[in-house]
């Protein structure tokens, strides 16, 4: 587009170049006496080209040449026809004919003799050098986009690198260019700001501000005329995408309250805006404090509906407690009811209010962690910190000084409700031992936090896997004493041996100890790879038949464990599982061999070999 805005900057007239249209013929464009010879006494020179007699008009706009152009473009006369132009005007009027024509003829707009294609080139090579020089100037500074003629060739280019550098430049630019829609939103895009030089009048105003509001909310917001006629869809989006834009609302407008509801839900903080004058200040308060509760701070104290909003606001977020002055003949209850939803809010009530004691209770049986907020120096310490124990275990105790007087008896509270308890328990403590056994014996898990530099480490762990074998599991394998322990365990119930590492010197011993309990039951922790499974194996059937349930079929030595196994204990023979019918064949002869038609009665009817086998223990009985 080559646009020749300085027509109509200059005057109302519509200027032929702009609409592409010229009247038909040859219509004498040129003022009286502008047609001067060459050389004549109206004719003089003025910074290599020639000026005309101020009596003259452009021939192209018909604007008076007399007058200074504003873009300061010097004025052309063409030494073809005589015809006089406005420079920007000529230049406009030969980029449209180029355009508009199959040759590159170009012939003078007022009598159709041909141009010089030396003074077109010439122009061309003028106005792209002043193109480029503001083109790099509004680069740099957007802002000198006030010095550029709105007439230049490329204008459009011109303003948006402008406005894309700083949206401000926009106040430079008439709501009248062809493209100012594309201008307008690249400057609000870069700038709320430039909604401020946005006409009201301009037909894409709403558009544009819709635009600037969803990029920058309020700061744009504040420059859309409250007045217009789309201004309540244009404010709902500035709000939704920053709530604070209430602040730019008029507390007039009839759609003031649908407005303010929905800021308040996208940052309760705009709360701040409304004046709790307002007939439906309690519900937007409400509104406001339910999307964050620290927007209490916005309501005055004096409000007569305060109370429910500081409800509303605590039971959302029981920090909004802060903001309550403890002064208040309600504050007990509203803290009351920030603790039970938030333990923490705690840390909000002072600790010389006379109800104290009664919402650090409801506090720290919420959340154990809120005993953190709780002086230990107060006279109901005790009270407070067992009732924290008791309801959440370690997680409260953590919070208790250690050199308190009372630290004892919390924590062996803390332990016995919660065996966990003991992490927070520094074994450097006199009573260490005490309060370990008192959490070992609440939860076996408890041993685990039992320091093994501890002196009475053996002790307690032994009390442990003698009341639980499996505490096993929890027992560092680097003790010093992990062997004695480890037998008590596996002793006191077999399958602890599953917690026993198998690459350890003394795991066999371990393990023979192991599967001598519960039918053998351990064996099935043995690994197979090991090379005195067989031995482990051959120990635990011998002392009992049904502990042939749990050697693994894949070992190498099976056949020959099970033969014992099925000599030993005829019934042995019901847990025998051979990899093939050969080898089973042959342990049940050797069952049936050695106890007869007693081992028959393990043997399964369907076995082909049935029959065979049961007259050779008939024969044997």
């Excluded at 009530?349 to 809120?370: C, R, W």
């Excluded at 310490?381 to 008791?390: G, P, Q, S």
């Excluded at 050695?594 to 008939?618: F, K, R, T």
Aim: with cysteine; hydrophobic share 40%.
């Amino acid at each position: 587009m080559l646009p020749s805005l300085a027509c109509l900057s200059l005057s109302h007239q519509k200027c032929p170049a702009v609409s592409g249209l010229l009247p038909s013929g040859k219509p004498d464009y040129t003022a009286p006496g502008c047609e001067g010879g060459e050389g004549g006494d109206d004719d003089f020179l003025l910074d290599g080209k020639r000026r005309v007699r101020d009596d003259c008009t452009c021939a192209i706009c018909q604007i008076d040449l007399a007058d200074p152009e504003p873009n300061g473009v010097p004025y052309i006369l063409s030494e073809s026809c005589k015809h006089q132009f406005h420079g920007s005007c000529l230049f406009t009027w030969v980029q449209k004919s180029i355009k508009g024509s199959e040759t590159d003829s170009i012939t003078c707009p007022a009598c159709r003799r041909p141009i010089p294609e030396n003074d077109v080139l010439l122009l061309e090579a003028e106005y792209q050098a002043e193109y480029q020089t503001h083109k790099e100037a509004v680069s740099q500074n957007g802002l000198a986009l006030e010095f550029v003629p709105t007439d230049l060739f490329n204008y459009t280019e011109i303003a948006l690198a402008a406005v894309s550098h700083n949206g401000l430049a926009l106040q430079f630019v008439s709501i009248y260019s062809d493209d100012y829609k594309e201008i307008a939103m690249e400057a609000v895009t870069q700038s709320g700001l430039a909604m401020e030089y946005v006409s009201i009048d301009s037909t894409e105003y709403k558009e544009i501000a819709l635009a600037a509001v969803s990029e920058h909310g309020g700061v744009a917001l504040q420059y859309v005329h409250n007045d217009y006629y789309a201004y309540k869809e244009i404010a709902l989006v500035a709000v939704a995408k920053d709530g604070l834009a209430l602040e730019y609302v008029s507390i007039y407008s009839d759609d003031y309250k649908e407005i303010a509801l929905a800021a308040v839900n996208e940052d309760g903080h705009a709360l701040r805006y409304v004046p709790d004058g307002r007939a439906d200040y309690t519900e937007i308060a409400l509104a406001a404090v339910n999307d964050n509760g620290h927007a209490l701070r916005h309501v005055s104290t004096d409000y007569n509906a305060y109370k429910e909003i500081a409800l509303a606001a605590v039971a959302h977020n029981g920090h909004a407690l802060r903001y309550v002055p403890d002064g208040r003949a309600d504050y007990t209850e509203i803290a009351l009811v920030a603790v039970a939803h938030n333990g923490h809010a705690l840390r909000h009530v002072s600790t010389d209010y006379n109800a104290y004691k009664e919402i650090a209770l409801a506090a720290v049986a919420h959340k154990g962690h809120a005993l953190r907020y709780v002086p230990d120096g107060r006279a109901d310490y005790k009270e407070i910190a067992l009732a924290a124990v008791n309801k959440h275990g370690g997680v409260a105790l953590q919070h208790v000084p250690a050199d308190n007087k009372y630290y004892k008896e919390i924590a062996l509270a803390a332990v016995s409700k919660d065996g966990h308890a003991l992490h927070s328990v520094a074994a450097g403590r006199d009573d260490y031992k005490e309060i370990a056994l008192a959490a070992v014996n609440d939860n076996i898990v408890a041993l685990r936090y039992v320091s093994t530099y501890h002196a009475a480490y053996k002790e307690i762990a032994l009390a442990t896997v003698a009341k639980d074998g499996l505490a096993l599991e929890y027992v560092s394998i680097y003790s010093d004493d992990y062997n004695e322990i480890a037998l008590v365990a596996v002793a006191k119930d077999g399958i602890a041996l599953e917690h026993v590492p198998a690459d350890r010197n003394d795991y066999k011993e371990i393990a023979l100890v192991a599967v001598a309990h519960d039918g053998g039951v351990a064996l099935q922790y043995v690994p197979t790879n090991r090379f005195d499974y067989m031995e482990i194996a051959m120990a635990a059937v011998l002392l009992d038949g049904h502990a042939l349930r749990y050697v693994s079929i894949l070992s190498s030595d099976y056949k020959e464990i099970a033969m014992m196994a099925v000599v030993k204990y005829a019934w042995a023979l019901q847990h025998v599982r051979a990899k093939n019918l050969d080898d089973y064949r042959e342990i049940v002869l050797a069952a049936v061999s050695e106890h007869g038609g007693v081992a028959m009665q393990y043997v399964p009817n369907d076995y082909d070999a049935y029959q065979e086998i049961a007259l050779e223990a008939s024969s044997n009985a």
